[in-house]
C-alpha cells in the first residue's frame, strides 16, 4: 500500500516538498519511529478529536500524550466556545472520512479539518507525517507543513507515563541469579 493517490496528488497541487518513507507495515507512530530508526519526536502522531462543534486533526510529537483539557482550552482561546472534547472510535474514521480505521493522514485540511499542531514539533526541522497508509509516510520540514495547513500551534501535550517496573531487581540480585544459573 503506497500513498494514497489522493494524497499524493494533494501534495503535488499544493506544491509542497516533501519525500516519501516506506517502511514495513505498522500501525502506531512508536512502531514507525522504531522501523524507521527515528527519534520519537521526529515522529507526527496525529489523531482525530470530536468537539461539540465538529472535528478536528491534532498533531503533535510521538514522544508526547495529548492532554484534552490543554487541547480545549487552546481551542477556547481561539474563540471556539467548545464545551465537550473527546477522542471519537476508529468507526467514526471510516464514516465520516471514507478511511481504514486508523489510516488518519495529517493533511487535515483535505478532509476540510482545521489542524492544531502541538508547539513541540517546532523543535525538529522535519518530522514524519502519516499519509493514511501503513506502509508508507512522507517526511516533511514543519515549515512547509505549516504552510500547507495552517495549523493552530499550541501548548497540549505531556511528557509520556511509562508504566513502573512490577518488581524491583537489585544488581545484587541480579549478580546471585546469574551466579545461581551457572551452577
Known amino acids: 500500500m503506497a500513498v494514497p493517490r489522493e ?3 494533494y501534495l503535488d497541487k499544493k506544491g509542497v516538498k516533501y519525500a516519501i518513507v516506506t517502511h514495513k ?3 502506531t ?9 527515528k527519534k520519537l519526536n521526529e515522529i507526527a502522531k496525529n489523531l482525530l ?3 461539540d462543534k465538529g472535528y478536528v486533526v491534532v498533531l503533535l510529537p510521538a514522544s508526547k500524550r495529548l492532554d484534552l483539557k490543554a487541547l480545549k482550552k487552546l481551542m477556547n482561546a481561539k474563540g471556539m466556545g467548545v464545551k465537550k472534547i473527546e477522542i471519537p472510535n476508529e468507526g467514526v474514521m471510516v464514516r465520516l472520512l471514507k478511511i481504514k480505521p486508523g489510516a488518519l493522514p495529517a493533511f487535515g485540511s483535505y478532509h476540510d479539518l482545521q489542524v492544531y499542531m502541538d508547539k513541540e514539533l517546532r523543535k525538529v526541522n ?3 507525517f502519516p499519509t493514511g497508509s501503513f506502509t508508507d509516510s512522507v517526511e516533511m520540514a514543519i515549515k512547509e507543513f505549516e504552510k500547507l495547513e495552517k495549523p493552530v500551534i499550541g501548548a497540549f501535550s505531556q511528557a509520556k507515563k511509562f508504566a513502573k517496573p512490577i518488581i524491583k531487581v537489585t544488581k545484587k540480585q541480579v549478580k546471585k541469579a546469574i551466579k545461581k544459573a551457572r551452577k
Not at 29 to 37: F, G, H, I, S, W
Open 49 to 51: 478529536i470530536k468537539t
Open 7 to 9: 494524497i499524493k496528488n
Open 126 to 128: 522535519k518530522a514524519i
Open 25 to 27: 507495515k505498522v500501525y
Open 29 to 37: 507512530a512508536y512502531d514507525a519511529a522504531n522501523t524507521l530508526r
